[in-house]
């Protein structure tokens, strides 16, 4: 079941996933501002009990209400890499590491409440994370590129893959892929390694796939994986030809916008659909991280 979070106020942004079962489970939260939309849309499901609270990454828009909802369904286990956990713990250095690129935290955020570590399943192994009680089970599969505490999750039995930011942005009625490059860990190499690995899942084939930007993708999995390992290399490949070119992070940004309005035309006759695009990863913040990666795993300079 897919939960509109309707984040900082726009449908189609940000899903949180509902898994029934005898031990139901909760993938992703969206962040704090959206929790009484979230809570809301579990109440309407006739949701009072959650085993399992599970967030592909610490980013505020999938883990920023984490706390609110493990305090509010108090036996939920929270499982998250163990890269992440300690910012689950503690969401200082998390919170002021975001204050660089927001300026208004509390009005897109709300606030972030910490998760008592005896509370946490640490992931730092591919495998079984979450047991739904019926023969189901929700497999960790390593996926860092757009961040280094990144996992998807993958339920064997209904061939459903939840690929968090992964794979890259597909609104329903954009019908291509927008990038999800932000700082500061994108890394080009590894986001294409962990496509080549969502291809394999050991030999267990996925049959959807769920980003959570947003809902059910529009493509099936290998065409997905194409179309998000293709948008990544050409994002690299223009910003690279503008540092090259003399030119800087304010020519990226401008480039990936123009870019991206000229192969998706709708983008310019619909205002609504270029809003919510921005909401899920701003052309502002995808340029930002491709400039730390050329930069800093490049060493290619790239100025303001």
Known sequence: MTIDSVMHGAPGVTAVYYLPGPRPALIETSAATSLPTVLAGLAAAGVTHLDWIVVTHVHLDHAGAVGHLAAAFPSARVVVRAEGAPHLVDPSRLWASASRLYVDMEGLWGSMEPVPAERIDAVSADGPVADLGDGRVLQAVYTPGHANHHMALFEPASGDLFTGDAVGVLLPELGAIHVATPPPEFDLEANLDSLERLRGLGGLRARRAFPTHFGLAGLPPEAFFDAGASALQAAVSLALGIVVGGGGLADIIDAMAAEEFLALPALGTD??????????????????????????????????
Not at 278 to 287: F, G, M
């Open 271 to 304: 205002p609504d659909l270029a809003e919510r695009l921005s909401k899920t990863t701003s052309y502002e913040l995808n340029a930002r991280g491709i400039a730390r990666y050329l930069t800093k795993r490049r060493g290619i300079p790239v100025g303001p």
